[in-house]
């Protein structure tokens, strides 16, 4: 039980950080600092594989943090197709106007048991 309220709390804390992450990102696209804003999009995609793996561990415990992690994997596909056509402005966007608001709801993070 105690390495499950880690992992708990380690969540809440990964989630609760992601908005403001995602500002940082679109912020930095937008004015031209591009090496420190694909820094912050690397450590993104790591960070959604590893929720990827926890909510995946966490639906096997019975336990619902309502994201849907299908929805984030459609984000990365399309941050990646801007990125490609290296429309920046486009992937600022995403960030800021879908990513960012689609973190936020659950920015909460999940009631230790």
């Not at 390495?3 to 708990?8: A, F, R, T």
């Not at 950080?17 to 990102?25: D, E, N, T, W």
């Not at 486009?90 to 106007?97: G, N």
Request: proline share 2%.
């Amino acid at each position: 039980m105690a390495k499950l309220n880690e992992l708990i709390e380690a969540y809440n804390e990964y989630i609760s950080k992601v908005p403001k992450g995602c500002q940082f990102i679109s912020d930095n696209l937008r004015e031209d600092n591009i090496l420190d804003a694909m820094t912050e999009i690397s450590h993104f995609a790591e960070g959604a594989n590893w929720l990827s793996t926890v909510c995946r561990y966490f639906m096997e415990k019975d336990i619902s943090d309502g994201i849907d992690i299908n929805k984030v994997t459609e984000y990365l596909m399309e941050v990646n197709r801007g990125l490609e056509l290296k429309d920046y402005i486009v992937v600022a966007d995403m960030f800021e106007y879908e990513i960012q608001p689609f973190f936020e709801r659950f920015s909460n993070g999940i009631k230790m048991r």
